[in-house]
């Protein structure tokens, strides 16, 4: 039983996160100072958590979600279809709309590990990760 629940938990983590194998990983678009990070596909599963926060940049440039007191800034993954502006200082979220950095905006989705082997060099070093989805 706790091999199935172990195993379910790592395949929602896996496919929820949108980057489930070595063979998809996330979809990396940089401008202008930014570096974002996107699903390469839809994701089979979906996560429940709805968080608001800021959108900012890490140190290193990687577009990131400062949720404040319950979080701090993370690392974000945003969704499929989402693409960075050629000034790197907004995306345009499908389903969502324009997001500049500084805009406080909710999204859907949850926090999860952060694996560094799927993360370009500058979104690397954390030790979580929000995905939007």
């Known amino acids: 039983m706790c091999a ?3 195993g379910l938990v790592w395949f929602v983590l896996d496919r929820g996160l949108g980057f489930g194998s070595s063979t998809d990983p996330p979809v990396v678009q ?8 996107a699903a390469a596909e839809e994701p089979e599963t979906y996560m429940l958590a709805l968080a608001g926060g800021v959108l900012t940049r890490t140190e ?9 007191d319950a979080g701090g800034v993370t ?11 050629d000034d790197g200082r907004s995306v345009v979220v499908p389903d969502h709309g324009t997001v500049h950095l500084g805009d406080t905006f909710t999204a859907g989705g949850g926090f999860g ?21």
């Open 4 to 6: 199935a629940v172990v």
């Open 30 to 37: 940089r401008a202008g100072g930014s570096t974002l990070i």
């Open 60 to 68: 290193r440039g990687c577009l990131a979600f400062d949720v404040g």
């Open 75 to 85: 690392v974000l993954q945003l969704p499929f279809g989402t693409v960075l502006t």
């Open 113 to 133: 590990r952060s694996v560094d082997a799927y993360l370009p060099e500058e979104c690397r070093g954390g030790s979580s990760l929000f995905v939007w989805q």
